[in-house]
T-cell receptor
Framework: GAGVSQSPSNKVTEKGKDVELRCDPISGHTALYWYRQSLGQGLEFLIYFQGNSAPDKSGLPSDRFSAERTGGSVSTLTIQRTQQEDSAVYLC??????????????FGDGTRLSIL | AQSVTQLGSHVSVSEGALVLLRCNYSSSVPPYLFWYVQYPNQGLQLLLKYTSAATLVKGINGFEAEFKKSETSFHLTKPSAHMSDAAEYFCAVSEGGSYIPTFGRGTSLIVHP
């Protein structure tokens, strides 16, 4: 069975451009998470989806960041007017229906974003 | 509120030596605890998890961790390090009813031949 798939694996873009990062979770996983990992840093939580709803967007660093999920499956993270500090690896994870925190997360290999 | 502290951003061991990676947590309710490993240019993979069954949890690749409530710890160990164990290791805690785990800052394991 397929794991979590993220695309593109690498993205280089100029400052000020918009970027879209895609995540295909494991089939049947209702919970989906986006994280940001800067060089040598831990994981920074961005947003959590349960189905198509995002009950927690508290980690989005600014209004330039947005995310959506459709059909309870694919999710897209959009960064508008990119800045150099947005350069990082963006990780997506999914898990089965969460009954209260006891489900491990399954991670994709991430999208490495570089802003020139 | 839940939090995780991983002592030591880098741990260096010789091949064949004991591996000990430390994780202390804070939680207001019985926690669920996880260890993940991240190899270069990859996402995180689950090594093991504690969900209130046995306090000694065995995971993949010969790793195990022991939940000690009195010490609020969940340290990761492996009796004999292999070169292939070199990676970044993350401890995570999730409180019952919380849908968002908290991750530690990670510990980089370096294995010398």
């Amino acid at each position: 069975g397929a794991g979590v798939s993220q695309s593109p694996s690498n993205k280089v873009t100029e400052k000020g451009k918009d970027v879209e990062l895609r995540c295909d979770p494991i089939s049947g996983h209702t919970a989906l998470y986006w994280y940001r990992q800067s060089l040598g840093q831990g994981l920074e939580f961005l947003i959590y989806f349960q189905g198509n709803s995002a009950p927690d967007k508290s980690g989005l660093p600014s209004d330039r960041f947005s995310a959506e999920r459709t059909g309870g499956s694919v999710s897209t993270l959009t960064i508008q007017r990119t800045q150099q500090e947005d350069s990082a690896v963006y990780l997506c994870a999914s898990s089965p229906r969460d009954l209260g925190g006891n489900q491990p997360q399954h991670f994709g290999d991430g999208t490495r974003l570089s802003i020139l | 509120a839940q939090s995780v502290t991983q002592l030591g951003s880098h741990v260096s061991v010789s091949e064949g030596a004991l591996v000990l990676l430390r994780c202390n947590y804070s939680s207001s309710v019985p926690p669920y605890l996880f260890w993940y490993v991240q190899y270069p240019n990859q996402g995180l993979q689950l090594l093991l998890k504690y969900t209130s069954a046995a306090t000694l949890v065995k995971g993949i690749n010969g790793f195990e961790a022991e939940f000690k409530k009195s010490e609020t710890s969940f340290h990761l160990t492996k009796p004999s390090a292999h070169m292939s164990d070199a990676a970044e290791y993350f401890c995570a805690v999730s409180e019952g009813g919380s849908y968002i785990p908290t991750f530690g800052r990670g510990t980089s394991l370096i294995v010398h031949p």
